[in-house]
Antibody, heavy 120, light 109 residues
């Protein structure tokens, strides 16, 4: 059974850093691209970043380039998102998502999300 | 502003046929397959369709199609459990990234 379990969310002050993690199990990572997608309270879905497990190719939308860093830990079967210089507008539920197609994406499994609240 | 445009809200009665649309451009829907995702009460989204392929476990009253730069999700025989937010998504070659529509809130009256 495919499982994606996010962790690391919480309350963080503006300008600080936070690391989100996604524990993955039930599938062979080499066949997929992994994404982070976020959803601000009461709003829609927004793509944050992607990492192709075989090529290591990483992408970010222009709005998040430079502040967020996606990475992987093969030994711990985990995906990470390092968030630096966080802003109020980064407050959102962050989902770890598996993509079975890549280009275009086919988001076939979603985690339940981890909530990040940026506030002073 | 999203690269993909969806209706903010759509409503229908039980048994009715409803169609949700997702409007884009030649750099996204005009070139790439579209995924549709269902989200109930802000829980984890669930895949409904990718292109015209129904996701596992999704009833066949759901169907998808694309015409030019507009993708559509049709529900034939609306059921109370279909009430949810629906999002479309695809790749955009101009932005070199993944794009989502703003989402449509489907209400079953």
């Amino acid at each position: 059974e495919v499982q994606l379990v996010e962790s690391g969310g919480g309350l963080v002050q503006p300008g600080r850093s936070l690391r989100l993690s996604c524990a993955m199990s039930g599938f062979s990572f080499d066949d997929y691209t992994m994404h982070w997608v976020r959803q601000p309270p009461g709003k829609g879905l927004e793509w944050v970043s992607s990492l192709n497990w075989v090529s290591g190719h990483i992408l970010y939308p222009d709005s998040m380039e430079g502040r967020f860093t996606i990475s992987r830990d093969d030994a711990k079967k985990s995906l990470h998102l390092d968030m630096n210089s966080v802003r109020i507008e980064d407050t959102a539920l962050y989902f770890c998502v598996r993509d079975s197609s890549t280009n275009p994406p086919n988001f076939d499994y979603w985690g339940r999300g981890t909530l990040v609240t940026v506030s002073s | 502003q999203s690269a993909l445009t969806q209706e903010v809200s759509v409503s229908g009665t039980v048994g009715q046929k409803v169609t949700l649309s997702c409007r884009g451009s030649s750099s996204n829907i005009g070139t790439y397959a579209v995924g549709w995702y269902q989200q109930v009460s802000h829980g984890a989204p669930k895949t409904v369709m990718f292109g015209d392929i129904l996701a596992s476990g999704i009833p066949d009253r759901f169907s998808g199609s694309t015409s030019g730069t507009t993708a559509s999700l049709t529900i034939s025989g609306l059921q109370p459990e279909d009430e949810a937010d629906y999002y479309c998504s695809t790749w955009d070659s101009r932005l070199s990234g993944v794009v989502f529509g703003g989402g449509t809130k489907l209400t079953v009256l």
